[in-house]
């Protein structure tokens, strides 16, 4: 992260790094699908996901059009509700395309053990402008399966730890804004409200 951010999916502003991806994602890969990303607002985000059965040539090709979609957004992860599909799949990295090794696909993820606790600010690319407070598991251990289908475990550390609880959220039907005191919900929630009224959203 190039500053002080620690938000889960959205990269603090400053040197953009997304003109370099792109040129990259072009030379190197066949052409990706680039979502938009749901906001705040459509149901899909506050419903839980239902369980990944299937893992063929399509989730894969899906799964790489979602990191094409979250480096777009200058993200760190993204769950499959954020494109509109109600499925237990996220996708993260934590290095926003700099690491091709540290790109991690979670398909039916469970968070098996948590240690720790660190409050840092969060963001979500569904919620974009706002960014609250979160307390997250310093360490977190998830139990998922890969686009083969293939059972692991792996586990995260502060940034990586606060994606995997955030998009596990995700599949949850859950957001950060849960995690938010009331008061600083509704604040948010009445500016998107606003935001809304004025066609901004
Ligand atoms: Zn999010």
């Excluded at 607002?41 to 979602?66: C, H, R, S, W, Y």
């Excluded at 059972?151 to 995690?179: K, P, S, W, Y």
Aim: charged share 25%; proline share 5%.
């Amino acid at each position: 992260m190039p500053d002080k951010s620690t938000s889960s999916e959205v990269v603090a502003s400053g040197a953009s790094p997304s003109a370099e991806v792109a040129a990259e994602a072009v030379a190197s890969a066949p052409a990706r699908k680039i979502y938009p990303i749901v906001k705040y607002g459509d149901p899909i985000l506050e419903k839980p996901t239902a369980t990944v059965k299937t893992f063929d040539a399509e989730l894969e090709q899906l799964a790489e059009n979602m990191f094409a979609s979250m480096y777009a957004a200058q993200g760190v992860g993204l769950a499959a509700p954020q494109i509109g599909l109600s499925l237990r799949l996220s996708v993260i990295d934590v290095t926003v395309g700099k690491n091709p090794e540290a790109k991690i696909v979670i398909a039916n993820p469970e968070i098996i053990h948590a240690e720790g606790e660190v409050r840092e600010e969060e963001g979500c690319l569904s919620i974009p402008g706002f960014r609250g407070y979160v307390m997250r598991p310093q360490f977190v251990t998830v139990r998922a399966q890969n686009v083969k289908g293939e059972t692991f475990e792996i586990r995260g550390e502060n940034l990586l730890a606060r994606a995997f609880c955030h998009e596990i959220d995700h599949l949850n039907g859950v957001l950060f804004l849960q995690h938010l005191s009331m008061l600083k919900r509704d604040l948010i929630k009445r500016k998107i409200k606003k935001l809304k009224k004025q066609g901004e959203w």
